[in-house]
């Protein structure tokens, strides 16, 4: 199932933690690496994503309660809406549940919101996230290179160099696209 985030969902302190311990197992995956705290990921979830139109986090979760990972959609508008926060917290839960919870949430908001393309971003070094990508029906649009520039805490990778500190990334990033046609067509079922 897929339960999208709202204000009783963040405050679940259990949440939290899961979301907290599996983005610090994914660190790597993602264009801002930092060691995740409760605070932190609860602070993201209120000030960050909630009050962000464009933009909506699901929780998936299993007929129990079970929490397993969780999958999002950013940068709604009219023209596409982009899949991001796609994470598997769950290494033990059944294959495939990524697939189909891509799918189920494609299918429902491209027939909702009538927008035409649904992009993504992935690190080039990715294989996993790549593979789950084309399996869905994604194609690579553009790649571009990466600055990584690191700060006390955090490392940053961007398209664009941020200061004489920055050096070049040994990965690219790919924007990958599927259109609406050619995502009914793959699936059909769906
Ligand atoms: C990227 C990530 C989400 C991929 O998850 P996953 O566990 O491979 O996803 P799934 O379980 O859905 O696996 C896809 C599988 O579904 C299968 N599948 C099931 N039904 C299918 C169908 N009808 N058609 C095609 N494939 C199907 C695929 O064959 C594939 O199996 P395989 O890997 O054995 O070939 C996961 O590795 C992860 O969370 N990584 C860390 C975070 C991350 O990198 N996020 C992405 C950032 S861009």
């Not at 960050?48 to 299993?62: C, D």
């Not at 709604?76 to 926060?85: G, K, L, P, T, Y």
């Not at 927008?115 to 070094?125: D, I, K, N, Q, T």
């Amino acid at each position: 199932m897929l339960v999208r985030l709202d204000e009783t969902i963040a405050s679940d302190h259990g949440l939290v933690c899961d979301l907290t311990r599996w983005r610090n197992t994914a660190r790597t995956s993602f264009l801002t690496q930092f060691t995740a705290t409760n605070e932190r990921t609860s602070s993201w979830l209120r000030n960050v994503v909630l009050p962000n139109e464009s933009r909506m986090l699901f929780i998936i979760t299993g007929n129990h309660e079970d929490r397993f990972g969780h999958i999002g959609l950013n940068n709604i508008c009219s023209s596409h809406f982009d899949i991001d926060n796609v994470l598997r917290g769950n290494a033990s839960a059944k294959s495939g549940l990524m697939f189909y919870s891509a799918v189920s949430l494609m299918t429902w908001f491209f027939k909702s919101s009538h927008a035409p393309l649904c992009r993504l971003e992935v690190l080039s070094h990715n294989a996993a996230a790549i593979k789950l990508y084309h399996k869905l029906g994604f194609h690579e649009a553009d790649r571009f290179p990466l600055w990584r520039t690191q700060t006390i805490d955090t490392v940053t990778y961007s398209r664009e160099k941020s200061g004489r500190l920055s050096t070049q990334a040994p990965f690219d990033c790919i924007a990958m696209e599927i259109s609406v046609s050619a995502f009914f067509s793959i699936h059909s079922w769906a």
